[in-house]
Every structure is written in structure tokens, then in C-alpha cells.
């Protein structure tokens, strides 16, 4: 989404039909063009508003905060500058909330800080989410979006991927059911770990789902990929997601299914009461 000089509260141009729409229209369309229905880009705060019951949500494990281990250049003020900019502490919130009544353990990933990507405090996060939903037999929802792994960060931040990964065999072998929601992009490290091992994966229409990026997977394709290569729609086709979900649509869908998922765990019932 582009703000228009003159008038940037007003109006809003569509970052791909670029039509110019109205943003109290935009905003109560929940971001999604009401042309050519790209879903454009939310904030961590926006996906929770929009998405969970409201005033339901709880930030937890806020104490968490990212080392610098390999005195990578410049990774300390572009992570204070991406705070200053999100007032987040880094990519990935945490917290407890309800959808529809049923409550829940929850992570959103926000790709304006430094493209959502996964360093040890967003593998930690995310982690703790997962075993959170085990702790307290709530069911986890995670929103996805990512680059992949923070390169900043080194071994760190790939080890991220084994681990959160290992929280979701734990949900698995414990009966806590976890649904994870692709949006724009989900890529590379978070792709391959936690963000594909989820019992039930939903996604957002167009949204870029991959593990290398078009460029590098271009060079080494064989045969020509299809036009829409790396689309959720391409990827459900392949067999990769359960169901593409319109952002309108997204709050009802994941009250269902946590509700029925997560109807055989001890203390839902009484909680739902
Ligand atoms: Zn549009």
C-alpha cells in the first residue's frame, strides 16, 4: 500500500492493481483491495485485532530480547532501528488469546521488522508458544511471515529451525493441535521448519510460499515452473496446504477448527463453558 502525497490519510493506492481506494474503505476491508483482492501486508497489532476476540489477547515472554553473538556489521542499529519503527522488541509476538471463545496460544510473525525474520529471539518465542499450547492443553495458532532465517544471527538462528520444530513433535505426541496460517511471504527457514509441520496449514490467497527465492530457484529449475510458481495457489495444488482462507473468512475458519480440534482436551470444555 502507497499513501497518496497530498492527501496520505485519504487515500490508499493498491500495491498491485494500483487503483486508488479510500482508507477508511481499505481499513474496514480489513486491507485487502476491494478491486482486485490483494491482500496486502498487516501488522502484528492489525492480525491480532483483526483476527482474535476482542481485548482477549496477553503478550507474553516481552523479556526476551536479541544478542548480537557474531558482531555481525550493522545488526545492532538496523535491530533498533526496526524497533523503533515496529514498537515490537523483535519479528515475533507471542501471547494467550481467544478466537470465537476458545482460548488459545498464539504467535505472529511481522515481516516490517527485518522481513520477519527468525533469529534466536523469534525461535524462542515461537517455541514457547507451542509448548505453551502443551502446558496448558490450549490448541496454537501461528501466523507466519518470514524471509526465513535472521543470517545475522549464524548457527543461532538456524538451530531455531530444530528446535520450534521439536515443540511442534511435542504438540503432536501430546494431542495439541496447532494451525498454522501462511501469509505474504513464508519462506526459506521458517517454511522448513515449524511453519510446514502444522496439523492443519491454512493460507492466504497469493500468498509467496517457498524455500528459495524465485531467483535462485529460476537458475536451478529443470523445466519451466508454471506462472504462478510459489503462489499459495500452486502450493495447494502441490499438496502443501489444506485450504487457502480470504482474511475475512480467516476468524471463523480458525474458531471452528480450534474448537473442534480441540475438543477432546482436558479443562477445553470447562474453559468453553
Ligand atoms: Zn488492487
Redesign the pocket.
Known sequence: MRTGDASASRFVQ??????TLFATDFASNLKV?A????HHRLTWRERIDWTFDEGSFVETDTELVSGDPLQFPDYQPKHLAAQEKTGMADSVVTGRATIQGVPVSIAISDFHFMGGSMGSVAGEKVTRALERGCDERIPVVIFCASGGARMQEGLLSLMQMAKSTAAVERCQREGVPYIAVFTDPTMAGVLASYASVADVILSEPKALVGFAGARVSKQAQVVKAPDDFQQAEWVLRSGMLDRIVERRDMRATLGSLVRMLGAHLRGLEEKLA
Open positions: 493498491c500495491q498491485n492493481c494500483k487503483k483491495c478491486y482486485c483482492g490483494h
